[in-house]
């Protein structure tokens, strides 16, 4: 399956963004999505999965209570509402894929885990 994500850009602390990833290629209702962040001299990080269904989602600590995950599968795409965004938000926002049908987790969608990913899109949010 091919991602492309898109909705990136440069905002001030407290701005909002709504990250997009389209899916082309394959059944995109065969697949958990999960959206990652890298920050410079970090490691690629979880910040929120969802199942093929959009039943269960998982968000790590970070991002619960300000950022939504969401798919529409009619629509083969997942986005990733931004909300009340800092500085440590910074960084390049990776959509990925995988093949799962069990639980969402940090360690089910950890990135070693995932079977495609997209380009990044940059987030960069200023102070």
């Known amino acids: 399956v091919q991602l492309q994500a898109s909705g990136g850009g440069l905002v001030q602390a407290g701005g909002s963004l709504r990250l997009s990833c389209v899916a082309s290629?394959?059944?995109?209702?065969?697949?958990?999505m999960g959206w990652y962040r890298q920050a410079p001299g970090k490691e690629r990080e979880l910040v929120a999965a969802i199942g093929w269904n959009g039943v269960n989602t998982y968000y790590t600590g970070s991002a619960k209570g300000r950022f939504t995950i969401s798919r529409d599968n009619a629509e083969n795409t997942v986005y990733l509402q931004m909300i009340s965004l800092q500085p440590e938000d910074t960084a390049v926002y990776y959509c990925?894929?995988?093949?799962?049908?069990?639980?969402?987790?940090?360690?089910?969608?950890?990135?070693?885990?995932?079977?495609?990913w997209g380009k990044g899109t940059q987030v960069t949010v200023s102070s």
């Open positions: 290629g394959r059944t995109f209702s065969r697949y958990a």
């Open positions: 990925g894929a995988r093949a799962w049908y069990g639980l969402m987790s940090d360690v089910t969608m950890n990135p070693g885990g995932m079977e495609y």
